[in-house]
């Protein structure tokens, strides 16, 4: 059964430093993994998604590596703001005969004090 | 513009009840899913569909039942078999059934049982 598991639980750092955010998993057949955005009572917001024969992606002041025969990821994230404040999800996609759909993880809690 | 609404917003229900929670998106998606998200835990999946008038369990799917009649359309039914149903429901969509695909999430439905 694949486990998703995210470290630290909570972040919290001043503005403008730079910071990464892991995630690892059990299993390394997934077909990609995603990072979300959570704010406060709500939805999630996709911010990357790293097919499993890529090594990374990048979107603005976000980088996300993903290295499938360790089981393991990271987000990268430039020049934090306060407006970086939420929670951050790590997802895999489920490869195999199983249902489909995301296994995520608990999460981190991020924030960036101004 | 395009994107997924989920109503209502928060929902409340007395024990015993039947509950439907509405998910609807107008991306042309063919594939959607819905997921479970308790304080402190990952979210979990309930039900997907990957092509209308089909879909299939998650892992959590006992107390639950759903319907895809319109392509744009996946209604969940909470009932009252479910043991534990207050949560924060989630609805995602993805462009069809095949697991590269991204998903995106809807805001959500808050369900509290008096």
């Known amino acids: 059964k694949q486990e998703v598991t995210q470290i630290p639980a909570a972040l919290s750092v001043p503005e403008g430093e730079n910071l990464v955010l892991n995630c690892s998993f059990t299993?390394?057949?997934?077909?990609?993994l995603q990072w979300f955005r959570q704010d406060p009572g709500k939805g999630l917001t996709s911010l990357l998604l790293?097919?499993?024969?890529?090594r990374e992606q990048t979107s603005g002041r976000l980088n996300a590596s993903l290295d499938k025969s360790s089981g393991r990821s990271t987000l990268y994230i430039a020049a934090s703001q306060p407006g970086d404040s939420a929670t951050y999800l790590c997802?895999?996609?489920?490869?195999?005969?199983?249902?489909?759909?995301?296994?995520f993880g608990k999460g981190t809690h991020l924030i960036i004090q101004p | 513009d395009g994107g997924i609404t989920q109503s209502p917003k928060y929902l409340f229900r007395k024990e015993g009840q039947n509950v439907t929670l509405s998910c609807e998106q107008n991306?042309?998606?063919?594939?959607m899913y819905w997921y479970r998200q308790d304080p402190g835990q990952g979210l979990r999946l309930i039900y997907y569909?990957?092509?209308?008038?089909?879909?299939q369990k998650g892992d959590i799917a006992e107390g639950y039942s759903v319907s895809r009649e319109k392509k744009e359309s996946f209604p969940l039914t909470v009932t009252s078999a479910q043991k534990n149903p207050t949560a924060f429901y989630l609805c995602?969509?993805?462009?069809?059934?095949?697991?590269?695909?991204?998903?995106?999430f809807g805001p959500g439905t808050r369900l509290t049982v008096l």
């Open positions: 997802a895999v996609r489920r490869s195999g005969g199983g249902a489909d759909g995301l296994t």
């Open positions: 569909s990957q092509i209308v008038n089909d879909f």
């Open positions: 991306l042309n998606h063919d594939a």
């Open positions: 995602a969509s993805s462009l069809s059934g095949s697991r590269y695909n991204e998903q995106f």
């Open positions: 790293i097919q499993s024969s890529q």
């Open positions: 299993d390394s057949a997934i077909y990609n």
